[in-house]
């Protein structure tokens, strides 16, 4: 039994499953979770001190490699002079003005600590700010786990979904809750138009992950979104970009910079906070101007704002907006994607692959997806055992055929020529 196996047996008893966020568990996958020992650049070393190539990054914020050097000094230099003061500092200032000035859609933002925190936040201010309660989110779309959102959601929650209309996917949550939820397939114009047709002066806010990551990356048609952005504006809802996974990882402006979209409130998490807990959600002035302690919508938060992860917030987009690094990351991105595509061709699988920025997505099907249905029929089967070969061979993918994958700027030839080695080897077994 090795070290793996011991932690994992051992944690089993004090945490449920053994993991604090259910993806961990590697229950589609199977087998024993790594515990991480240490990480550093594009590598993580798990408690066996077996070496892996790492193409989850934390989910995306390690998006400058684990351990930046230049991140790792903010942090220290932020810790000597306390973790948290519950008041406000100068440091925030800094990064709500850096997020205003990369995101131009965003004339204000507000601190939290998590995606699901931002989300939750954007829908109780659009709520207030429209006076109206219904809200649309996409099939396959996950928008952190607030209870209103856990409707035929993304992620994690794909491997625990009722196919039932609007079941929650979650236990515990009231089907009264969720009866102010609609959801639409995604990428399907005709639907969004009828429900607006019918309902349009009762919608509060569109959420939308811009390029969906939690059922694999799928991608928006212009159709769809020119449709979502037009009917919202028309009917006074307001249009809420999900950019949690999105921002700062596919471009500096995040999906929004790439589609032309210009969204009502937009949320954001992962790279923001280089990985320390750190996310916000903000957007047009008069909307913001409704929260307390201005406005009647409440949202508070202990850690919000934290010094340390500020610290590690403001490095990490210091480092992402410096010339030639989203170009250099988009095109490491995209040879890794090429060359997994001639393996699998070699080898006579049928694989599709796509990426955007430093967020990618294979699937064991002819065609790249544009629905969650879709997804669902790809080979599932073909997945987990490629999931666990590449992982003997030393390279850590997402333990879902439902999760987008992620590059580092330290993901460099070298590195990726391993993983297309890999890979080479793991569709020969399949």
């Not at 196996?5 to 089993?12: N, T």
């Not at 589609?259 to 906070?273: A, E, F, R, S």
Request: with cysteine; proline share 5%.
């Amino acid at each position: 039994m090795g070290q793996n196996d011991v932690l994992f047996e051992r944690a089993q008893k004090t945490i449920p499953g053994g993991v604090n966020s259910p993806v961990r568990a590697f229950r589609q996958v199977g087998g024993t979770p790594r515990f991480v020992a240490k990480a550093k650049g594009p590598y993580f070393w798990d408690v066996e001190d077996k070496r892996y190539i790492d193409l989850i990054m934390s989910w995306g914020p390690m998006i400058v490699g684990h351990a930046n050097p230049e991140v790792v000094e903010a942090v220290k230099k932020a810790a000597e002079t306390s973790f948290s003061y519950g008041a406000p500092t100068e440091g925030e200032i800094e990064l709500a003005e850096r997020i205003c000035a990369l995101v131009p859609s965003i004339e204000q933002v507000r601190m939290v600590s998590s995606g699901t925190e931002a989300t939750m936040s954007a829908l109780r201010l659009a709520r207030g700010h429209t006076g109206r309660d219904l809200i649309i989110k996409f099939e396959g779309c996950y928008h952190g786990h607030a209870d209103s959102l856990l409707v035929k959601a993304g992620s994690g929650l794909l491997t625990f979904a009722d196919s039932t209309q609007n079941a929650p996917s979650s236990g515990g949550v009231p089907q009264d809750l969720v009866r102010h939820t609609l959801v639409l397939p995604y990428n399907d114009v005709a639907a969004i138009e009828e429900v607006f047709k019918k309902q349009g002066d009762q919608v509060a806010a569109v959420i939308l992950e811009p390029i969906a990551g939690n059922m694999n990356l799928i991608q928006p048609s212009k159709a769809f979104l020119s449709a979502i952005r037009d009917l919202t504006s028309k009917h006074g809802s307001v249009l809420i970009y999900d950019e949690v996974m999105t921002g700062f990882r596919v471009a500096l402006g995040g999906a929004q910079s790439l589609q032309g979209i210009v969204p009502d409130l937009t949320c954001l998490g992962k790279v923001m906070g280089g990985g320390m807990p750190m996310a916000a959600f903000g957007g047009k002035k008069e909307i913001m101007s409704k929260l307390a302690p201005l406005g009647n919508v409440y949202q508070a938060g202990t850690l919000s704002g934290n010094p340390v992860a500020v610290a590690a917030g403001l490095k990490t987009l210091e480092i992402v907006s410096r010339a030639g690094f989203y170009d250099c990351l988009s095109t490491q991105t995209q040879i890794l994607m090429t060359g997994l595509k001639q393996a699998a061709d070699k080898a006579g699988i049928p694989f599709a692959v796509d990426s955007v920025g430093g967020m990618f997505g294979f699937y064991f099907a002819d065609k790249v997806p544009t629905t969650f249905e879709a997804v669902t029929k790809t080979d599932i089967e073909a997945f987990k055992k490629f999931f666990h070969a590449m992982l003997d061979e030393g390279v850590y993918l997402a333990p879902s055929a439902y999760e987008a994958g992620f590059t580092s700027i330290a993901h460099d030839d070298a590195v990726l020529a391993q993983i297309i080695t890999a890979a080479e080897t793991s569709f020969q077994k399949l």
